[in-house]
């Protein structure tokens, strides 16, 4: 009886041996299938940046990229879920559009920054980045031919604005937004030592403030120290004893610090929107947006009066932010973007309006709305 159960044991381990392998081999040859597709699209990129080249157009095209991923997603019929399939074609697109040229996209670092993630998130990892050391460094980096793009936060859900972003877009207004991410931010208490011990916590202002509650409830010990990025913190955490940082996973694991609390940040729905910002103008996608900065006379009503002419075309306004104006006084600049794009008729009549109504107007770029990352 025993030999017989062993028998029977043995060609059942043998015969799930042998599915194994048989699934493996299916595996290989379907390996070998999506490096030949996989090769054969990049071929037909190349040969596309070639035509982009003769007619002098820009190799990074966020409309069209953002097509190609709707394309898929809309395809998509699993099992590998959104998030997965959006990833592997934003690498396959980054690295053909490598074959056209290697372009250069400066962010707020270090690695593993959230500035950083959102930038991986818009363009793969076949670019060549470039950290700074603030926002205002990615703005003149890209004004000076230096990169070719940057990315920048523009807003985030719990806090709103980013001042320094704004700051920059009335220095450098010819700077034109080109593209956004819509960043999911999770933020981690990141130390080696024990959550009693943690005397400091160190983060970017704006992610201590996106978890104050939950500091306060569980670390009323420690004292919050604000440093230039999450990364920093996670850097600085690493050196000193006693110390932890609010940061991401990806910092985490690059520190080789312990994620002592997961998804510490107040609201479940915190996300930040950043801007990618170029020298040129981006094509319509269809499924654009379109952002100004304005100034209005310091009267009664003259902003009611500006806001009246996008209620009369029509025109869906997905965000307004005001800004200290600068000099003596104290006057506003107006942030707002709006669904559409500056090409569209009704949009240049709204503009031309608008324009009357103002001391001062500048269109900071019409780029395709972007869904929200996962």
């Known amino acids: 009886m025993t030999r017989k159960t062993d028998g029977s044991t043995a060609a059942t381990a043998n015969r799930a041996t042998g599915s194994l392998r048989n699934l493996r081999v299916q595996i290989d040859k379907l390996d070998l299938q999506i490096l030949k597709l996989v090769n054969e699209r990049a071929a037909v ?64 670092g270090p690695e593993d920054s959230f500035s950083h993630l959102a930038a991986v998130e818009r363009f793969g990892r ?62 981690n208490l990141l130390s080696n030592c024990e959550q009693q011990k943690i005397g400091r916590v160190y983060s970017k202002e704006q992610a201590l403030s996106q978890c104050r509650t939950w500091l306060s409830k569980n670390m009323p010990q420690a004292r919050l120290i604000p440093v230039s990025s999450t990364s920093v913190a996670a850097e600085t955490a ?23 609390f997961g998804n510490i940040e107040d609201s479940p729905f915190n996300e930040t929107r950043f801007a990618v910002i170029g020298p040129e103008e981006m094509s319509k996608s269809g499924h654009d947006k379109t952002a100004v900065m304005f100034k209005v006379p310091h009267r009664p009503g003259s902003l009611v009066d500006a806001l009246n002419i996008f209620k009369q075309a029509k025109l869906n306004l997905t965000w307004i932010e005001s800004f200290p104006a600068k000099g003596p006084g104290s006057e506003y600049v107006f942030f707002v973007d709006f669904e559409g794009h500056q090409d569209d008729p009704k949009v240049k009549r709204t503009v031309a309006s608008l324009r009357e109504h103002c001391e001062q107007l500048s269109i900071l770029g019409s780029y395709p709305m972007a869904s929200p990352s996962t």
């Open 238 to 260: 690493l050196r000193e004893e006693g110390a932890a940082a609010v940061a991401s996973r990806e910092a985490a694991v690059r520190y080789g610090l312990r994620i002592l």
């Open 126 to 187: 076949t670019v060549e980045f470039m950290q700074v050391g603030s926002i205002a460094a990615v703005f003149e980096e890209v004004n000076r031919s230096h990169a070719d793009f940057g990315v920048v936060p523009l807003e985030n859900s719990t806090d709103g604005r980013i001042a320094d972003t704004l700051d920059m877009f009335m220095r450098l207004p010819q700077l034109k937004i080109v593209s956004e991410v819509r960043l999911p931010i999770h933020h």
């Open 45 to 108: 990129a190349a040969e596309i940046g070639k035509v982009k080249n003769d007619h002098g157009s820009d190799v990074f095209s966020p409309a069209r990229e953002e097509e190609v991923l709707q394309n898929v997603l809309q395809a998509n019929k699993g099992p590998l879920d959104t998030s997965t399939v959006r990833a592997i074609f934003r690498e396959i697109m980054s690295g053909s559009r490598a074959l056209q040229k290697v372009i250069k996209v400066a962010y707020l």
